[in-house]
């Protein structure tokens, strides 16, 4: 199943790219630009969750196809991404660092990279800008949700939409609660690990439950826009690398952080 092209989706994905460049050019710039890996996490959910829903309720959907479907799409561009990454590495990297690369490209490769930077970042370890595949993380994010959502879906549509939609919700709270709580005692963990980042993958899992038929009038839905444009900002330049992130704001010190 293939979605009508959403020119406001494309727009919301060049206001996260554009704040995550800017952050990784200078974070004076855009100081919370790296939330825009987050709105990719929302847009991510939604868009997966849109193809799921329709594929299920057309009788048509199949967890196989679906993860042929998501390797085609993500592993040419990882494998050239790790490949041109090894490259520059080994001309340049020390020996003790081309073996810590090796490790991370490996833990890439298995969509794990979260796992391998959250089990090895401590406080001796390089800067964020100078791990070279450090943004893989939210990579492992994304592919471990849509290894673990695709057969939820299919379990829980067996129920009536509203009981789905009251079972997506209670997961969403949960995990936004276990983030919030744990960013407090843990925040390597709040940050790297999917249980405490799935409420954002859900944020859009619940949105692509919304009709397609359903339109607000349009003020309302300007001013809806707006309001999504302003929360998006606020973040982008109200959070700054010492804003403990995500989650509730706690006097925790933040995990090294890259998009």
């Known amino acids: 199943m293939s979605l009508k092209y959403r020119a406001d989706i494309d727009g919301l994905r060049a206001i996260a790219v554009l704040g995550v460049l800017l952050y990784h050019l200078d974070a004076g710039l855009v100081p919370g630009g790296y939330v825009g890996v987050d709105v990719f996490f929302v847009i991510s959910g939604f868009l997966i969750s849109k193809i799921i829903y329709g594929e299920i309720e057309a009788g048509t959907f199949s967890i196989t196809r679906f993860y042929v479907r998501r390797a085609r799409r993500i592993l040419p561009a990882l494998l050239s991404v790790v490949l041109f990454t090894s490259v520059a590495a080994m001309a340049v990297l020390y020996p003790t660092e081309r073996m810590e690369y090796a490790k991370s490209a490996v833990a890439s490769m298995l969509f794990s990279a979260n796992f391998y930077f959250f089990a090895t970042l401590n406080y001796f370890a390089p800067a964020a800008d100078e791990i070279p595949l450090l943004h893989l993380w939210s990579?492992?994010?994304?592919?471990?949700?849509?290894?673990?959502?695709?057969?939820?879906?299919?379990?829980?549509?067996?129920?009536?939409?509203?009981?789905?939609?009251?079972?997506?919700?209670?997961?969403?709270?949960?995990?936004?609660?276990?983030?919030?709580?744990?960013?407090?005692?843990?925040?390597?963990?709040?940050?790297?690990?999917?249980?405490?980042?799935?409420?954002?993958?859900?944020?859009?899992?619940?949105?692509?439950?919304?009709?397609?038929?359903?339109?607000?009038?349009?003020?309302?839905?300007?001013?809806?826009?707006?309001?999504?444009?302003?929360?998006?900002?606020?973040?982008?330049?109200?959070?700054?690398?010492?804003t403990p992130f995500p989650g509730g704001l706690h006097c925790c010190p933040p995990p090294a952080r890259s998009c």
């Open 139 to 242: 990579l492992g994010i994304e592919e471990q949700f849509y290894i673990v959502f695709p057969v939820l879906a299919l379990l829980l549509t067996r129920l009536r939409r509203r009981l789905f939609t009251l079972a997506l919700g209670v997961l969403f709270l949960a995990s936004l609660v276990a983030c919030i709580k744990t960013l407090h005692v843990d925040p390597s963990r709040a940050f790297y690990l999917l249980p405490f980042r799935a409420f954002e993958l859900l944020v859009g899992s619940l949105a692509a439950l919304v009709p397609a038929t359903w339109r607000p009038q349009r003020l309302g839905a300007s001013s809806l826009s707006w309001l999504g444009i302003a929360a998006i900002g606020g973040a982008m330049y109200g959070f700054d690398k010492d």
